[in-house]
């Protein structure tokens, strides 16, 4: 049995805690999760047949602002691996400086195998079954692992349907990530892939390298491991290995990226592209390269595969890719690791930046997002050196802590209700 992803988080937060000597109090509030919505709704399928499904809506801290954070639709999808997700979010959003909470909900299903259809009245029979647990200014969701624009669009438009008359811009904002039509912003579906790539800079700034002419090597080619490949590959970086769930392709020249871009968008895989060699799947570990960027699910980076690897820089773009065991592997070999809070929060940024043009009714131009974008990740990364010389620390706990603190300055201020 594996451990509890929840429980691992919880170790990172606490040991971040420790450093900066936080708030009991604040540390107990933070150890769990707010609310923990769990619904079971039931879906007809194309063939007539009724199906039940589970899902889940975890609203972890709202101290800063609304909830905030994903819907992941995938077959292991349960309630410890959502808490865990929750709670990434509070310290991402909160590291970041954006004004929410974190959340994080999903549908235990694998959506390869349902139809269109069956995935539109299952992602409108769940919105409604969450009712009031989400809002514009209560709860915001957005894509994550399984999930696209056009499934938040359905959320949106389900969410407009049972509202009220009036608020019809504001209510777009019940859910970020939608398609540009209807409300999405430019740049947001690039936006996580372009901070793991701002991020990855900022440690060639940090260590006096070049980004142009880096190896690198992705795991997961979904929305945030294929837009960062590009816009790494746009850079100069040599992508030299790329892996998804069915193949793990090599080319020691650099794998031509907007090739393989456009044949995984046609084939919804990589299996089968000409321009790499396919090779075993853990051998893409053991490929000495600059930078290793886990872009797939959580607990990758074991301990065994943290000992094959060869790399000087581990960029989280996923959520909790490396084990705890993998990553004192990593560090007691001199590997950084940007931590995902840090890495990957591109994507919540942006879906900032689409629930404010929500709420004007205005849209910006996609030069606007980009500098926005990359002023709010330098920042955070800048705040995370200088805490990490503060406190003699790893890159993970400092981010905690620049996160932590204003937590905790908030909730100083506020108080704790009653
Ligand atoms: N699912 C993304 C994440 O893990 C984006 C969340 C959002 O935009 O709210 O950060």
Redo the contacts with the bound molecule.
Sequence with gaps: MSDSLHAAANKQFQQAADLIDLNPEYRAILSQPENEVIVNFPVRMDSGELKLFKGYRIQHNNVLGPY???LRFHPDVDLDEVKA?AA??TF?CSLVGLPYGGAKGGVTINPREYSDRELERLVRRFTHQLGDTIGPEID?????VGTNAQMMDWIMDTYANVSGPGGRQQLRGVV??KSVEVGGSLGREAA?GQGVLYALRHWCGETGQRLSGLTVSIQGFGNVGSHFARLAAKEGCLIVAVADHTATLHNPSGIDIPRLFDYARENRMIKGFDGADEVDTDDLFSIAVDAFIPAALENQITKDRADSMSCRVVVEAA?GPTTSSGEDVLLSRGVDIIPDVLA??G??VV?YFEWLQNQSGRAWRVDDVDTRLREIIWDANDKVVAMRAELSCTHRDAAYAVSLRRLADVYDRRGIFP
């Design positions: 905030k954070g994903g997700l990434w979010m991402k915001i969701p957005a894509p994550d970020t990530g996580t959520n990957n929060a994507g919540v879906s």
